[in-house]
């Protein structure tokens, strides 16, 4: 016998990537395993190559997915690895749509850094004409910590280095923060090269960050941000339907480490390991 509420109990959901390779299908396989064992319709796509299938849930996964995903609004959207930032500036106050940051709480960022380094009082932070909005968050954060942040804005990548000499005098250590003025290729490049010759210390937001020259790294890895957002998907259906809710940081986190750089600054750090448990342990 047919039993037609049982087909309404399987949703169908497109997962939508920027690009079908690195990071981008990683998060869709972590994504995709999770919810395919509850009997759900999965469809993958990309913005060149559309599918017409999910008519749910489209789960856009990084920002040019998100954009193609917001280009045709006829469903819920979740989006995944795209920061904070971007997000506001694309989807802020568009109807049934979501996100799991790419980027961690800035308390928590704060936190690490005072846990690997002890003693630390002041931190700085550049930032540009997308994040500059971020100033009152920063000094939340910053109070939550107890943890001083010294912010300087700049408009160009050619700013930078003057910013970050005047931030130098009254700062222990740096955050990186995902704006795209600072993060630019040739200012990012800018950034680790001054930072490092003043000997200060960077955390930064991704694994690719950590290798290219920040001391940390706080952040979700792909498989973590897929099984997240897998749990939270699952826990939205009800009535035939997903009931998002308002966006939210990532819970789960990984750290990361460039040892070399440790080393050239003279800086002893636990392992990845121990920073993580004492980091979970933190309220």
Do not use: C
Not at 152 to 162: K, R, T
């Amino acid at each position: 016998m047919f039993w037609p509420w049982l087909a309404l109990a399987a949703p169908e959901i497109n997962v939508l990537v920027s690009e079908p390779a690195g990071i981008y299908q990683e998060t869709a396989a972590s994504l995709s395993q999770t919810l395919s064992r509850n009997g759900w319709k999965i469809t993958l796509s990309t913005p060149e190559r559309p599918s017409t299938n999910g008519r749910n849930l489209t789960v856009a996964i990084g920002t040019k997915a998100l954009e193609a995903a917001l280009s045709r609004p006829a469903r819920p959207v979740l989006s995944l690895l795209v920061p904070q930032l971007t997000y506001e500036r694309l989807a802020s106050g568009q109807h049934q749509v979501s996100a799991l940051y790419l980027d961690q709480p800035l308390a928590r960022q704060l936190r690490l850094l005072g846990l690997a380094l002890p003693g630390l009082k002041k931190a700085g932070a550049t930032l540009g004409p997308a994040s500059r909005g971020l100033q009152a968050e920063l000094q939340s954060a910053a109070k939550a910590s107890g943890i001083q942040v010294n912010s300087a804005v700049i408009d160009q990548g050619s700013d930078l280095y003057a910013a970050l000499t005047e931030l130098a005098e009254d700062s222990q250590a740096f955050l990186l923060l995902p704006d795209p003025v600072v993060v630019q290729r040739g200012a990012l490049q800018n950034f680790f090269l001054h930072t490092y010759r003043l000997k200060k210390p960077v955390l930064a937001y991704s694994a690719p960050l950590v290798k290219s020259g920040a001391l940390l790294g706080l952040y979700a890895t792909p498989a973590q941000l897929g099984g997240e957002a897998a749990g939270w998907i699952s826990e939205s259906w009800s009535g035939g339907a997903f009931h998002l809710g308002a966006p939210r940081y990532p819970k789960r986190f990984t750290i990361g480490i460039n040892r070399t750089v440790a080393r050239s600054l003279e800086i002893d750090l636990p392992s990845e390991e121990a920073l993580g448990r004492r980091l979970e342990a933190m309220p």
